[in-house]
């Protein structure tokens, strides 16, 4: 049984830092790109971030470029989103999942609330 588990979202003053981690379990995790999504209410979800297998290519939506820092761990089966300087946002819900052939194929956890208001 694929299960993706988010943590680490919370409330956050623009400019501040919010670390995002997501455990991984029931499928073949280091052979598998692994990516961040982003909700906000009323909106479809966007993707934010992506980390390749090996962890030697990370790509990130425009929004997070600069900002966000992406990062897995094979050994612990899990993710990471590094978000700094962050943006006044109300809250959206942070998903990670794995990508087959280039989206999200398994089903969504219950994410990771997130919001940047002062």
């Known amino acids: 049984q694929v299960q993706f588990v988010e943590s680490g979202g919370g409330s956050a003053q623009p400019g501040g830092s919010l670390r995002l981690s997501c455990a991984a379990s029931?499928?073949?995790?280091?052979?598998?790109?692994m990516a961040w999504y982003r909700q906000a209410p009323g909106k479809e979800r966007e993707l934010v971030a992506t980390?390749?297998?090996?962890?030697?290519?990370?790509n990130y939506a425009d929004s997070a470029k600069g900002r966000f820092t992406n990062s897995r761990d094979n050994y612990k089966n899990t993710v990471s989103l590094q978000m700094n300087n962050l943006k006044p946002d109300p809250t959206a819900v942070y998903y990670c999942?794995?990508?087959?052939?280039?989206?999200?194929?398994?089903?969504w956890g219950q994410g990771t609330h997130v919001t940047v208001s002062s």
């Open positions: 999942s794995a990508l087959v052939l280039g989206s999200a194929f398994y089903p």
């Open positions: 980390v390749t297998k090996t962890d030697d290519k990370r």
């Open positions: 029931g499928f073949s995790f280091s052979r598998s790109v």
